[in-house]
C-alpha cells in the first residue's frame, strides 16, 4: 500500500505509476532528503513532539540509509514515487512503526522545497568556484599579454588597436558579473521552507530557527503558502547560468574564428581539439563549439521554468515536480561547460605576430588621424571627413597610412606634420588610451590588480 493510500480503495494504474514517478531523477536529492529529515526528527524530538529515543532510533535509521545508498546498496522502488517516500519507506521498513511519526509536521510540499534549496546552494558555491578559477586563467594570460597588440573589431571589421589582455579582461568582467548573480541568487535560496506543511503551516510547536541552524540556512521563511509554491530562486539560477552560457558563447565563438586559417591568432592545444574522419588534415575547434550548441539548452531550461511556473494557482501543484530536470540540466551542463572550456583557454596558444600584423592594412589606427587633426584645432567632423578621404586614397594606391608620404598627407591637410607618422604607430596608439577602463599596458595593468583583489576577496569571503 501507499504511504497515502489510506483514502484510496484501489491501486494506481501501472501506466500512472510510471507516469508520475520522479524518483529517476530526484534520487540525486537522497543526501539533502536525509539531512533534512534527520534535522527535523532531531527538533520534533527536542520539542517533545516525538519522544527523544524516537528521534534517536529515526536518526540512527536515516545515517545507517544513507551510507547504504552510498555504498550502492540501495535500489529504489518507482512505486514509492518520489526520493521522499523512498526514504521513509526504507525507514519503515527498517525500524518499524517509529518510523511512521518522522512525517509528523511535514509535508512533501516543503520537505521538496527543502531538498531543492539545500542542493542548490551547494551546486552555487561549486559555480562559483568554477568561474574563479576561470577568472584567475584570464588574470594571468592578460598578465602575459598587456603588450600583445591585435585588432579590436567592430561589426567583425577591424576597428581599433587594442591588447590580448585588454580583450581577455573584458570577459573577465563579464564573469565577475556572473559571480555577483549568482551571489544574490544564493541569498533567497539560503531560506528555510520546513514548518510550512502542505501549504497552510502546521499545529505542532516546531522550533524552525534549530532546523534553519542545524541546516546551515540564513533565515526561514515568512508565508507558509508562498514558502510550498516558491521556485523563484531555481529561476534565478536558471537565468544567471544562461547569461554564464551567452559568455562563455561569445567567448567560444572567438576562439572558433581565431583558430580558422583565415584569422591565425591562436592555436588550440591538441588536447581541446578534435580531428576529422574523412579530412586528415583537420584539427577541428570542438570544445568551443558544443560549449556554444550547449548555451541552447540552458536558455530552454530557463524558458522550461519559467513556462512551469507561469499561471500556477497558489499553493503547491504537481506540474513543480517538472522544476527538478531543468534545474539539474541548467547546473550540470554550465559546470561541465566551465570544467572543459578554463584548461582549452589556458592551454591555447597565441600567434602574437600574425596578431600584431592583422594590425597593419586595416586602417585601424584611422581614428588616430582624426584625433591628430582635431589636437591641431580642425573641428573632429571636419577631421573624420579628410581621413575618410585619405582610406578611399590608400585604398585605390594599395597603401596604408603608414605608406602614405608627408606630401600625400599634406595635400590633405597643411596641418599635418612629421610626426604624424609617430602619432599612428600602432603600440603609440594603444599607449595613449591610458584612461580607467583603456587599453594602455599600464590601464590594463592596473583592471588585472584590481581583479585579483576582487577575486581573493570573494574567495576569502
Ligand atoms: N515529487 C514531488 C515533487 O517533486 C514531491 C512533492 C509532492 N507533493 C505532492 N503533494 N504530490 O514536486
Not at 78 to 83: L, M, Q, S
Not at 114 to 131: G, H, S
Request: hydrophobic share 40%; glycine share 8%.
Amino acid at each position: 500500500m501507499k504511504l497515502w493510500g489510506g483514502r484510496f480503495t484501489k491501486g494506481t494504474d501501472k501506466v500512472v505509476e510510471d507516469f508520475h514517478s520522479s524518483i529517476s531523477f530526484d534520487r540525486r536529492l537522497y543526501r539533502q532528503d536525509i539531512r533534512g529529515s534527520i534535522a527535523h526528527a532531531r527538533m520534533l524530538g527536542k520539542q517533545g513532539i516525538i519522544s527523544t529515543a524516537e528521534a534517536g532510533a529515526i536518526v540512527a535509521g536515516l545515517e545507517a540509509i544513507l551510507a547504504d545508498i552510498e555504498a550502492g546498496k540501495i535500489e529504489f522502488d518507482i512505486g514509492a514515487e518520489d526520493i521522499h517516500m523512498n526514504v521513509e519507506k526504507l525507514l519503515i521498513e527498517r525500524i518499524g512503526d517509529t518510523g511512521r511519526k518522522l512525517h509528523t509536521a511535514r509535508s512533501r510540499n516543503d520537505q521538496v522545497a527543502l531538498d531543492i534549496r539545500m542542493y542548490l546552494k551547494e551546486e552555487i558555491n561549486e559555480t562559483i568556484a568554477l568561474l574563479a578559477k576561470l577568472q584567475e586563467t584570464l588574470l594571468d594570460l592578460a598578465e602575459l599579454h598587456t603588450q600583445t597588440v591585435m585588432p579590436g573589431y567592430t561589426h567583425l571589421q577591424r576597428a581599433q588597436p587594442v591588447t590580448l589582455g585588454h580583450h581577455l579582461m573584458a570577459y573577465f568582467q563579464m564573469f565577475r558579473r556572473d559571480i555577483e548573480r549568482l551571489q544574490d541568487c544564493y541569498k533567497r535560496t539560503d531560506v528555510m521552507p520546513l514548518g510550512s506543511g502542505a501549504l497552510a503551516g502546521t499545529t505542532f510547536p516546531l522550533d524552525r530557527e534549530s532546523v534553519a541552524g542545524e541546516l546551515g540556512f540564513a533565515e526561514v521563511s515568512q508565508n507558509s503558502l508562498d514558502a510550498v509554491s516558491d521556485r523563484d530562486f531555481a529561476i534565478e539560477f536558471a537565468a544567471a547560468a544562461s547569461l554564464i552560457m551567452m559568455h562563455l558563447s561569445r567567448f567560444c565563438e572567438e576562439i572558433v574564428l581565431w583558430s580558422s586559417a583565415e584569422f591565425r591568432f591562436i592555436e588550440l592545444d591538441d588536447a581541446y581539439a578534435t580531428g576529422s574522419s574523412i579530412m586528415p588534415q583537420k584539427k577541428n575547434p570542438d570544445v568551443a563549439e558544443l560549449i556554444r550548441g550547449k548555451t541552447g539548452r540552458v536558455y530552454g531550461d530557463l524558458m522550461a521554468l519559467l513556462t512551469v511556473m507561469k499561471s500556477l494557482p497558489l499553493a503547491y501543484n504537481k506540474d513543480m515536480q517538472e522544476d527538478k530536470e531543468a534545474l539539474f540540466d541548467a547546473v550540470d551542463t554550465v559546470k561541465g561547460c566551465l570544467l572543459a572550456f578554463t584548461p582549452m583557454v589556458k592551454t591555447m596558444r597565441v600567434n602574437k605576430e600574425t596578431m600584431a600584423r592583422a594590425t597593419l592594412g586595416g586602417f585601424v589606427n584611422a581614428t588616430e588621424v582624426a584625433d591628430y587633426l582635431a589636437q591641431k584645432g580642425v573641428p573632429f567632423r571636419k577631421a573624420h571627413e579628410v581621413v575618410g578621404k585619405l582610406v578611399l586614397e590608400c585604398i585605390e594606391k594599395g597603401k596604408t597610412l603608414e605608406e602614405l608620404n608627408i606630401d600625400e598627407y599634406q595635400r590633405v591637410s597643411p596641418v599635418i606634420g612629421d610626426d604624424i607618422y609617430d602619432a599612428i604607430n600602432i603600440d603609440k596608439c594603444i599607449a595613449a588610451r591610458n584612461i580607467t577602463g583603456g587599453p594602455a599596458p599600464g590601464a590594463v595593468a592596473d583592471s588585472i590588480k584590481q581583479g585579483r583583489k576582487w577575486l581573493s576577496e570573494i574567495k576569502g569571503g
